[in-house]
């Protein structure tokens, strides 16, 4: 007999075995990577969806905080076809959902057809069937999560100290560890700020670039951000992943969008419109630039020609959809973290004008 379930927006509830119990909902989304279950569920990108993983056994590897990209469990469950009892015991240890034994090839045929959607969850002994569905129809639509900066912001500054070869403001609207620790191997001092920081607390720190990190949910929700971005547009060089990139875009003029069901894992391939060359790219995002406003195409994702890389000389800003830190995934473009370093090198800060 099951003692889990997962009612979809569409009406079904799939059965499933609880590995981690509790009642939750979220948005219902996968990913197709086979390795990096540690930095995805720590990864705050992934707050209020519930992730399943397309790679049939999660957890064969065990489980390290080194790995970690923050110091919580993110999504709000979990769903595989195996899990084993390293990575259930963690997230029940975090009071987090988690299911397998269910057909998850059913699951992302569905998102892939009908987009990612609803989902609610209900596993344990007494769960059932209508907890599920009761928790699918109280699931919000991501655009209507507002403030979710707050859920995943540091709320004071931090400093992440390097060897002072620069010094960058971080807009953390829910960063991953390693996208800090890649830039403070490079020698940089990271400010990092909360997402609602003012254009004066920027400038306090007197930075050398801004720079806007991953975060989840819709980006036109990171008001403060965006604000913070027209202010110094042209001023100061900036930077952006993922959702730092869509936020930037967003506020130099251009726009995004919701895709139907994004992209997630860590085999995306990216070409650069200026060499023709492809790289192999860790992605997880929902959203994609439209509009490009101001800014050029330097990269586009080969599967399906949305925009990966976004350049200005004028404005001294460079942007990425994909996840250079590669944390998990392949290495071939943590170079970006070079390029961030050499345009806060080679400008002066904006005390100093
Ligand atoms: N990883 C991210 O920064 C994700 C950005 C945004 N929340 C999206 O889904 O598109």
């Given at each position: 007999m099951s003692d889990a379930y997962i009612a979809l927006a569409d009406g079904r509830v799939l059965e499933a075995r609880a590995r981690a119990p509790g009642r939750t909902r979220g948005e219902l989304v996968f990913t197709t990577?086979?390795?990096g279950y540690e930095e995805s569920l720590t990864d705050?990108?992934?707050?209020e969806q519930i992730l399943t993983f397309?790679?049939?056994?999660?957890?064969?590897y065990g489980v390290r905080?080194?790995?970690?990209?923050?110091d919580s469990v993110q999504p709000r469950a979990a769903i595989a076809r195996e899990l084993t009892d390293d990575v259930a015991e963690w997230l029940a240890d975090e009071g987090v959902p988690a299911v397998d034994h269910v057909d998850t090839r059913e699951i992302v045929t569905t998102v892939r057809e009908e987009g990612a959607m609803a989902c609610g969850i209900a596993a344990g002994p007494d769960a059932t069937p209508e907890d599920a569905v009761e928790e699918m129809e109280a699931c919000k639509p991501?655009?209507?999560?507002?403030?979710?900066g707050a859920q995943v912001s540091v709320t004071e500054p931090t400093v992440y100290e390097g060897d002072g070869v620069a010094d960058v403001a971080l807009?953390?609207?829910?960063?991953?560890?390693s996208i800090i620790s890649s830039l403070t191997e490079r020698g940089a001092d990271v400010h990092v700020l909360p997402y609602d920081a003012t254009p004066e607390d920027v400038a306090d720190v007197d930075p050398d670039v801004l720079f806007v990190s991953n975060g989840p949910g819709?980006?036109?929700?990171f008001v403060a951000a965006q604000e913070v971005v027209d202010e110094f547009a042209g001023e100061l060089p900036m930077a952006g992943i993922c959702l730092g990139q869509q936020v930037i875009t967003s506020a130099l003029g251009g726009s995004t969008e919701k895709m139907a069901f994004g992209h997630r894992g860590v085999n995306q391939p990216v070409k650069?419109?200026?060499?023709d060359k492809v790289v192999m790219t860790t992605q997880n995002h929902g959203y994609t630039v439209d509009d490009t406003g101001p800014l050029e195409v330097t990269q586009v994702n080969v599967?399906?020609?949305?925009?990966e890389g976004l350049d200005s000389e004028e404005l001294d800003v460079i942007t990425r959809q994909?996840?250079?830190?590669a944390n998990p995934g392949p290495?071939?473009?943590?170079g970006f973290f070079d390029d961030v370093l050499d345009l806060a090198r080679s400008t002066p800060s904006v005390a100093a004008d």
């Open positions: 990577a086979y390795t705050p990108s992934y707050a397309s790679y049939p056994l999660i957890g064969n905080s080194e790995r970690f990209e923050s991501m655009s209507d999560h507002v403030d979710i807009l953390d609207c829910g960063a991953k560890g819709d980006p036109e929700n650069d419109l200026r060499t599967n399906d020609d949305t925009v994909y996840h250079p830190e290495h071939d473009s943590l």
